[in-house]
Every structure is written in structure tokens, then in C-alpha cells.
Nanobody
Framework: QVQLVESGGGSVQAGGSLRLSCEVSGDTRSSNYMGWFRQPPGKGREGVAHISLSGGSTYYADSVKGRFTISQDNAKNTVYLQMHSLKPEDTAMYYC??????????????????WGQGTQVTVSS
């Protein structure tokens, strides 16, 4: 089992920045990828970014390329999502996710099955 705890959400004005953190614990031996997803109000969940924990390669949704950066700190067992130039359309509940072989969410070549509780990001215009 993998446990994920997100933090760092909040309310900012358009153009502002936030950094989300995801503290990872438990047995992560089978989770080679970590990701961030978001669910805007009234919409479905969508992938934002993922990172390979072994090689550090990253992948981003087109909507956040050039504005968001996913990174990891292995010493702290934490994955980050640095968000710049935030837009009102970035408003959503943001979820951290870990790869799981039997996970039900398939995105950008990875299957995710462990989820955090989420952290709210609100961007005002």
C-alpha cells in the first residue's frame, strides 16, 4: 500500500504561483511513476503531469506545459508540482497519484491506482 498526502493548495490571483507537495509513504517498490491530476468544478478528473521516479523523465498535459513543473525529492519522499502563471481555468481539486499495476486510471502511458485526498487550488481573475 502507498499513502499520499497533498498540501500547498490555496487561493491566488491570476498570474500567481503555488507549489503543491505530495508526501509519499508505504511500500512504493511497485510505483515507478508519480503523477498529479486535477478535477475542475463540475468536470471529470484530468491528468496534469507525471514523473518517473527512477529516471526523472516528465510528461505534461498541453494545458500546463511551460507553466507547471513536476519534481521529486527522494530524501524527503516528496513529489512537488510547481505552478506558475496560474489561470482561472486551473481552478480545481488537485490530486497526487502513484502508479499501480491494477490501477483503474490510465493516462499518458501509466496506470495509477493510489490517490491522495486532494488539495484545492482556486485562481481568481
Amino acid at each position: 500500500q502507498v499513502q499520499l498526502v497533498e498540501s500547498g493548495g490555496g487561493s491566488v490571483q491570476a498570474g500567481g504561483s503555488l507549489r503543491l507537495s505530495c508526501e509519499v509513504s508505504g511500500d512504493t517498490r511497485s510505483s515507478n511513476y508519480m503523477g498529479w491530476f486535477r478535477q475542475p468544478p463540475g468536470k471529470g478528473r484530468e491528468g496534469v503531469a507525471h514523473i518517473s521516479l527512477s529516471g526523472g523523465s516528465t510528461y505534461y498535459a498541453d494545458s500546463v506545459k511551460g507553466r507547471f513543473t513536476i519534481s521529486q525529492d527522494n530524501a524527503k519522499n516528496t513529489v512537488y508540482l510547481q505552478m506558475h502563471s496560474l489561470k482561472p481555468e486551473d481552478t480545481a481539486m488537485y490530486y497526487c497519484a502513484a502508479e499501480m499495476a491494477q490501477g483503474r486510471t490510465w493516462w499518458a502511458g501509466c496506470r495509477f491506482g493510489y490517490w491522495g485526498q486532494g488539495t484545492q487550488v482556486t485562481v481568481s481573475s
